[in-house]
């Protein structure tokens, strides 16, 4: 019987097999290969916090450069450090990673370059602004803006002279 409904709607209403180019779209959040926008990434390491299999990590050990390395053998794509990337660098792509035959076709290194600090010119790994913005608020305190862009030795001197010239004035550590 059934098959005969399946022949009576082929009639009325055309074919409903698919044919092999009929693409079945991927669902909203489906997903897929990683990708990491170089860009929009400041080393920050949220993701290599996030990651229990351990399938990203950041070696530091050069003084300017940062790199970022993601191998997606490990990755069991649970899409953590893609939720809480601050700055949003990392998605995932609608096409199904390739299955793993080559080890090192599947590993993502990007060198991130630290930007150096506005004082000392020492290398800064920048907090992102919206990271700042969840921690402070928007828009953020002026002595926020001001110590973005600085060393943690700067941003330290800063805090410290604040501190000296908030006691001079007031009397009071807190400034009240
Ligand atoms: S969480 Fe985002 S910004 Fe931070 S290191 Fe990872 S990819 Fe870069
Ligand atoms: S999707 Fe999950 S397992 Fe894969 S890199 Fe991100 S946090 Fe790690």
Known sequence: MK???VLSQNL??????????DVVPY???????LSHALELCTACGT????????AIKIDDADENVVHWIYMEDRCTFCGFCVQYCPTHALSFEKEAPAPITERSQHYISHDIVLPACKVCGRPVRVIPELTLKQLYGSPLPEEIVEAQGLCENCRQKLISKRFLKTIVFTG???GK
């Open 3 to 5: 098959i005969l409904d």
């Open 12 to 21: 009325s209403h055309g074919s409903r097999t698919r044919q092999p180019n």
């Open 27 to 33: 669902p909203e959040d489906f997903r897929g290969k």
């Open 47 to 54: 993701c290599v916090y996030t990651c229990s299999p351990g």
């Open 172 to 174: 009071d550590p807190h």
